[in-house]
Nanobody
Framework: QVQLVESGGGLVQAGGSLRLSCTAS????????MGWFRQAPGKERECVAA????????YYTESVKGRFTISRDNAKNTVSLQMNSLKPEDTAIYYC??????????????????WGQGTQVTVSS
């Protein structure tokens, strides 16, 4: 079982930055791909970024490439998302999630079995 707790959301003006953090419980963190997903009102949940269990593999959805950076610290059981040059269209609830299967790299929502409570990110224009 993995429990995830996010922090770091908030309200920021366009062009600003936020850093989201997620702390995981349990001893399997270092064997799981971690993802940051977001869901805006009326839209499907999408994978914004993902990072493999060693940190060597990363994925970013096209709209955030060059602006967001995902990182992890397996010694501290944490994964972070640094978000720069934020745009109003980045407004959403952001969720940290852990892949249900060890040692697999996936960006598909249904492959993630463990989810945080979500944190609101609002970017004003």
């Amino acid at each position: 079982q993995v429990q995830l707790v996010e922090s770091g959301g908030g309200l920021v003006q366009a062009g600003g930055s936020l850093r989201l953090s997620c702390t995981a419980s349990g001893r399997t963190f270092s064997t799981r791909t971690m993802g940051w997903f977001r869901q805006a009102p009326g839209k499907e949940r999408e994978c914004v970024a993902a990072i493999g269990w060693t940190g060597d593999n990363t994925y970013y959805t096209e709209s955030v490439k060059g602006r967001f950076t995902i990182s992890r610290d397996n010694a501290k059981n944490t994964v972070s998302l640094q978000m720069n040059s934020l745009k109003p269209e980045d407004t959403a609830i952001y969720y940290c999630a852990a892949d249900q299967v060890f040692l697999r790299f996936s960006i598909k929502t249904y492959d993630y079995d463990y989810w945080g409570q979500g944190t609101q990110v609002t970017v004003s224009s």
